[in-house]
């Protein structure tokens, strides 16, 4: 990933020295830059990796999946505060990931404790396992899960 972004840098610096200008421009650099993206795109395979700003992308992904999971939970949390009556049932589960390494594991609990609702009390010593508390087990469980599902998967994207 390195040797892809730095020849899409030498690229762009290439196309601003080789262009016919009298002065240095960024505009030059960055539509350099964005030749670059091409040529590096087009001979990725050559590589052996995945295209570097792929990661770019499954990261914004993770970001809008995190953002889409945030409000549907904090509605859920709103509901169940203007009711009139308390009528939930908090508790504990064991939720097994697919995950591994620490960075995976951390980004998993940290997100799903930054959702309202959840927290994650221990991560198993051997990170493949969380146990966590849900303000409505009975209610949100399946959603939670659904949305554990859904952060495990972007989380691979980025990582691997």
Do not use: C
């Amino acid at each position: 990933m390195p040797a892809q972004f730095l020849i899409n840098v030498f690229i762009a610096l290439l196309w601003t020295l080789i262009s016919d200008e009298d002065e240095l421009s960024f505009t030059t650099f960055v539509a350099g830059y964005l030749v670059g993206i091409v040529i590096v795109f087009l001979m990725h395979r050559f590589f052996g990796e995945r295209f570097y700003l792929s990661r770019f992308f499954s990261l914004i992904k993770l970001l809008l999946i995190f953002n889409r999971e945030l409000i549907l939970s904090a509605k859920v949390v709103l509901g169940h505060i203007i009711r009139p009556k308390i009528k939930f049932k908090p508790g504990l589960f064991k939720y097994e990931t697919a995950l591994r390494g620490d960075w995976e594991t951390t980004a998993l609990a940290l997100l799903v404790m930054l959702t309202p609702g959840s927290v994650v009390v221990e991560v198993t010593q051997k990170g493949d396992a969380f146990y966590i508390h849900a303000m409505d087990v009975d209610q949100s469980k399946n959603a939670l899960l659904r949305s554990l599902k859904r952060f495990e998967k972007a989380i691979m994207e980025v990582t691997r």
